[in-house]
């Protein structure tokens, strides 16, 4: 069984960035693929970023140009570098593993299984 845990979140002026971190425990990253969601209080949780184990990404529109996904097998971990923060990015952000690794990877919530327990970001105005 998977475990994950999110970290890097924090208070960050608009403009600034944070990196997050999704460590993965008893499933490989290089092997299956990740996805990071957020969900903003009184709104559903949303798609944010994704990389498969082929490496290939996907972006939401909201944070394309803005936001990087990425991973480093070694650590068994996958990274959120997000630039050019603002407000509305604000939100709790989760990382989940998606069922099925498929080449590309999928921006279905229904399709991730397993998720960490989240971290925090919040942006000021």
């Given at each position: 069984q998977?475990?994950?845990?999110e970290s890097?979140?924090?208070?960050?002026?608009?403009?600034?960035?944070?990196?997050?971190?999704?460590?993965?425990?008893?499933?490989?990253?290089s092997s299956n693929n990740v996805g990071w969601f957020?969900?903003?209080?009184g709104k559903a949780r949303e798609f944010v970023a994704a990389i498969a184990w082929t490496g290939n990404t996907y972006y939401a529109d909201s944070v394309k140009g803005r936001?990087?996904?990425?991973?480093?097998?070694?650590?068994?971990?996958v990274y959120l570098q997000m630039n050019s923060l603002k407000p509305e990015d604000t939100a709790a952000y989760y990382?989940?593993?998606?069922?099925?690794?498929s080449a590309s990877p999928s921006q279905n919530i229904n399709e991730y299984n397993y998720w960490g327990q989240g971290t925090q970001v919040t942006v000021s105005s």
């Open positions: 998977a475990q994950l845990a890097g979140g924090g208070l960050v002026q608009a403009g600034g960035s944070l990196r997050l971190s999704c460590a993965a425990s008893g499933r490989t990253v957020r969900q903003a209080p936001f990087t996904i990425s991973r480093d097998n070694a650590k068994n971990t990382c989940a593993t998606q069922g099925v690794a």
